[in-house]
């Protein structure tokens, strides 16, 4: 496996699809984070938040998205754009049988693709923290605190398993499809419903199931639904995920009862509380990525390769 | 001798089609093994199956010993495949894509670079080592495909029709390469191809496969033998000068069972080697000969035999 690992990392490095996706995101990543970065400076009127680099990573102020919001978006393309061609482009080129015709396990061959598909996006991620971290330190004049640390380094994680989700998908795609058109289509037909399309069938759902809510009560009632369908997305997941992972007063998904919120004291969480609430979404990205790969496992072992 | 490729009752089905169909054959350490058929015929299928890049629907089959379906890593670790239409990574140099081919194979770093060398010389592409694949003509790809082959040190290299697409010059080159890999390093060779004009005089015996089927498998003559049950004397006979009453003539040999006329000469359908015979009697009637030519069945009639027959 290491070989295909090394030599599918090498291709994603000297591919000029990576150079591309790596100056995008680095320029918006400086642009959003100086731009919240100015803004926290100039807000004279309140006393600094307790928590400043993971304001830069979260505050729109300025901006027309956070820099956490636009990686939750632009995350899948990467996923997609690294994983899209993996299989169907060695269809392609007719080098599948000649690699599966060497003393290699099918296996290794996908996991190898995999693992460098997603060592590439953890370098891509962390590179942009270092950013964040370097340009954040500068404009604001001190370093971020261990907590800030701890949660960006989860935030990565968590980011890393959301785009390895859309790396899988891609994946499968490809092996499902054989051709890199059809496969990339695939990959962004599914991104554009689980991020876009999903808040409209959720909302859908929810007026379905309960239509005109009056009391407080329904109107939970049916915000909890529109949550949990929504909740298939993991688009979804991400957000909320890093909705609580980077603000640390947050301790609630969406909408709070008054009578549920009474008595919550307004101090931020200790980081263990924070992990404690998005548990299960990590949880759950983490199967949907072994859901992608374990069929693209069970498809890959048996097939046909015909050159 | 053992057997490299043995095979019994192979078959294998598509939902309703039978692409491979019992198909037995036996392939011998040292043999240049031509597997002969049309397109469409089979033979790849067979030989992915013989790799285990597919699975048999039914029966048995051993490369080397071991079964491709279960022990995959163990044939292929042995036996080299190149696929009809090889492909490379074009962004890579010749060189590249066989290291990295090498260490799929796990030979240590030293020692492939020391045998891409090797076999890029062998194939005559040393001065490419460097060049990207990209910029290779379909010729240079082939022979790529085969020092690629070559890189794991193989028993027996399975070829999926290696002369497709290329130039005869160019043909004749890859072909007489695979026999010189033979006689050098005794490698057992199986190659499939339609075009067994070209590949007939490299093969020490061949198979012909039609519509999934193995018709016949042998020896080339023996195959001639086979078909046509027994040797048939066939001539060509063209003289100089005024020939008139030489039909007449020679339908006094012995032998010769019918004259046909042809455009250059004289079609004679014999029961026995007459060329003696012939000769002296042009050499008493001093006519002079131009031309005396066996016209025995070639491989092609009896392949085109075989295909009309199936």
Redesign the interface.
Known sequence: MSVVFWKELADHFSSRRFMILLVLIVLIGLWATYASGQAIRQDTENSPAQYVFLLLLTSNTDVLFSLATFLGFFGPLVGITLGFDSISGEYARGTLSRVLSQPIYRDSLINGKFFAGLTTVAILWGSILILVIGLGTTLLGFPPNAEEIWRMLIFTAVGVIYVGFWLALAMLFSLVFQKTVTAALASLAVWLFMSLFIAILSQGIAAAIVPDPSTAEQLAHRADIENIVSRISPSTLFSESVSILLNPAARVFGLALQSQAEGILPTPLALGQSLNLIWPHITTLFALVAVCFGISYIIFMRAEIRA | MSAVVETHSLTKRYHDKLAVNALSLTIQEGEVFGFLGPNGAGK?TTI?ML?G???PTSGHVSVCGFDPARQP??V??R?????????????LSARENLL??A????IPDSEARRRTTEVLEQVGLSDDGQRLVREFSRGMKQRL?IA?VLV?NPLAVIL?EPTLGIDPDGAIHILELIKSLNRERNLTVMLSSHQLQQVQEICSRVGIIVKGRLIVQGRMDELGRAILKERQWNFLLEVGGAADGLENDLRTIEGIDEIEKRSHGLFLRCTKDVRSDVVSLLARRSLPLLQLRSEDPTLEEIYLKYFRGA
């Open positions: 790849t992915l790799l890049l597919t699975e890593l163990d292929k670790r036996v080299g495949y190149l696929p009809e239409n090889p492909g490379f990574y074009e962004d990295y081919m260490r799929l194979n796990r495909g690629e794991k999926d």
